[in-house]
C-alpha cells in the first residue's frame, strides 16, 4: 500500500521569508502523481501544486515550486516571500493512475504559520 | 476545474439519528470522493462513488454506517447513519482528475452530541 510521510508537524517562518515542507512517499509504481493540498482554518482544500512522477522538471506556480527527487521518493514544497494568507495546513498527496481507481492517499499533513 | 456546492457547512445531531450531506458539481464528472477528516487529522477516503454503480468503499467503512447516492453525473449524497460521537468529524466531497487535480467541496463540521 501506498504510503505518505509528512515528518514535520508544524512549522513557522517569517514574513517574506522562505520555507520548506517535506514529503517522502512510498511506491513501487513508476506512473504516478504527487499534490500539495492547503487547508486554511475556512477548511478549503485548495490545490497548490501538482507533479507527474514522469516529469523531471519541478512543478512551479509562483512562489510555490517542488523539489522532486524520484529515485528518493521525495517531494518538498518551497514557498517563496512566504505571506500572513500561507499560514493553513498543508498536506501532500499521492495518486496511482487511473487503473487504480484515481484515488488520493494524503499525509499527515504540516501547520504552517507565518509571522508577521 | 470544477466547482462544488456542499450542505450543510455544518450541523449539530444527536446520537443515533442520520446527517444526508449533498455535493452539487457545475459539471459531469465520472467519480466522486467521500473524505472523512476526524479533528486535527488528515483526510481519509470513506468510498468513490461511481454513476449506476454502487459505491466502492475503503477499509473499515461499510454500506450500512455511509450509505451513497449517485443518481446523475452532478450529484452524490453521503449519509452517516446512527451517529455517535466518534462520527463527529468534518465530511468533503471531491472530484477531479490527474491532469487538474482534485476539486473539494467546503465541507461539513459534524458534531454529534
Known amino acids: 500500500a501506498q504510503t505518505v510521510t509528512q515528518s514535520q508537524p508544524e512549522m513557522s517562518v517569517q514574513e517574506a521569508e522562505t520555507v520548506t515542507l517535506s514529503c517522502t512517499y512510498d511506491?513501487?509504481?513508476?506512473?504516478?502523481?504527487l499534490f500539495w493540498y492547503k487547508q486554511p482554518p475556512s477548511r478549503q482544500m485548495i490545490l497548490v501544486i501538482r507533479?507527474?512522477?514522469?516529469?523531471?522538471q519541478n512543478a512551479t506556480e509562483n512562489r510555490f515550486s517542488v523539489n522532486f527527487q524520484k529515485a528518493a521518493k521525495s517531494f518538498s514544497l518551497k514557498i517563496s516571500d512566504s505571506q500572513l494568507g500561507d499560514t493553513a495546513m498543508y498536506f501532500c498527496?499521492?495518486?496511482?493512475?487511473?487503473?487504480?481507481?484515481?484515488?488520493?492517499?494524503f499525509g499527515a499533513g504540516t501547520i504552517l504559520r507565518v509571522k508577521s | 476545474s470544477a466547482v462544488i456546492s456542499q450542505k450543510p457547512s455544518r450541523d449539530i445531531c444527536q446520537r443515533g439519528t442520520s446527517l444526508t450531506i449533498q455535493c452539487q458539481v457545475d459539471?459531469?464528472?465520472?467519480?466522486m470522493f467521500w473524505y472523512r477528516q476526524q479533528p486535527g487529522q488528515s483526510l481519509t477516503l470513506i468510498a468513490t462513488?461511481?454513476?449506476?454503480?454502487?459505491?466502492?468503499?475503503e477499509s473499515g467503512f461499510v454500506i450500512d454506517k455511509f450509505p451513497i447516492s449517485r443518481p446523475n453525473l452532478t450529484f452524490s449524497t453521503l449519509t452517516v447513519s446512527n451517529m455517535s460521537p466518534e462520527d463527529s468529524s468534518i465530511y468533503l466531497c471531491?472530484?477531479?482528475?490527474?491532469?487538474?487535480?482534485?476539486?473539494f467541496g467546503s465541507g461539513t463540521r459534524l458534531t454529534v452530541v
Open positions: 471531491s472530484v477531479g482528475d490527474s491532469d487538474y487535480g482534485y476539486t
Open positions: 511506491t513501487s509504481e513508476s506512473n504516478y502523481y
Open positions: 507533479q507527474e512522477a514522469y516529469k523531471q
Open positions: 498527496a499521492f495518486m496511482r493512475p487511473m487503473e487504480y481507481g484515481n484515488k488520493l492517499v
Open positions: 459539471s459531469q464528472v465520472t467519480m
Open positions: 462513488a461511481n454513476q449506476g454503480s454502487e459505491a466502492t468503499y
